[in-house]
Each structure stands twice: as C-alpha cells, then as structure tokens.
Nanobody, 122 residues
Framework: QVQLVEYGGGLVQAGGSLRLSCLVA????????VGWFRQAPGKEREFVATIDRSSYTTYIGDSVKGRFTIARDNANNTVYLQMNDLKPEDTAVYHC???????????????WGQGTLDTVSS
C-alpha cells in the first residue's frame, strides 16, 4: 500500500514561490510515476505536473507551464513541486499522486496524498 505525505503548503503573496514535497512510503519508489493535482473550491481536480519513473520526462499542465517545475530524489523517496510566480488562481489544495504509469487524468490515479492547502493572496 503506497502512502503519500505532502509538505510545504502555506500562505504566500502573489509573485512569490513555494516548494511542495511529497514523501512516498510503502512502495518501490523507483517504479512509480509521481505527480501533483490540485483542487480549488467548487472546481474539478486539475492536473498540475508529473514525472516519470526514470526522471527523464516531466509533464506540466498548461495553466502552470513556465512557472512550475517538478523533480524527484530517488535516494529520499521524494518528489518536489517548485512553484514560482504564484497567482491568486493557484490557490487550491494540492494532492500528490502515484501510479506505475504516468497519469494526467485524476480519474485514473490509484494512490493519493491527503493534500496540502496553498493560498496565494493578491
């Protein structure tokens, strides 16, 4: 059973940066693609970014492209989401997700973290 724990959420002003961490336990980290989705109040869960098992390929959602990057540290079973130039519309609960395959559709994710709230003030 894969367990995912997110860290690093909080309150930041528009234009600022945050880095989220996702610690993965209970599975073979090197065999998992790990990514991030977010959900704002009253909205569908939205794909943000994901990184494949080899770390060679990353996928970034259109709404955050050019501002967010994703990276993984296989030695520490952790995936990072670096968020720069944050905007109020980035305010959401950010969830970590893991699966053997790269997934950009929330409907197919098998393992979720509990989420961390990021609030961007204007």
């Amino acid at each position: 059973q894969v367990q995912l724990v997110e860290y690093g959420g909080g309150l930041v002003q528009a234009g600022g940066s945050l880095r989220l961490s996702c610690l993965v336990a209970g599975g073979t980290f090197s065999r998992l693609a790990v990514g991030w989705f977010r959900q704002a109040p009253g909205k569908e869960r939205e794909f943000v970014a994901t990184i494949d098992r080899s770390s060679y390929t990353t996928y970034i959602g259109d709404s955050v492209k050019g501002r967010f990057t994703i990276a993984r540290d296989n030695a520490n079973n952790t995936v990072y989401l670096q968020m720069n130039d944050l905007k109020p519309e980035d305010t959401a609960v950010y969830h970590c997700a893991a699966d053997p395959a790269v997934i950009t559709d929330a409907r197919f994710v098998k393992s979720w973290g509990q989420g961390t709230l990021d609030t961007v003030s204007s």
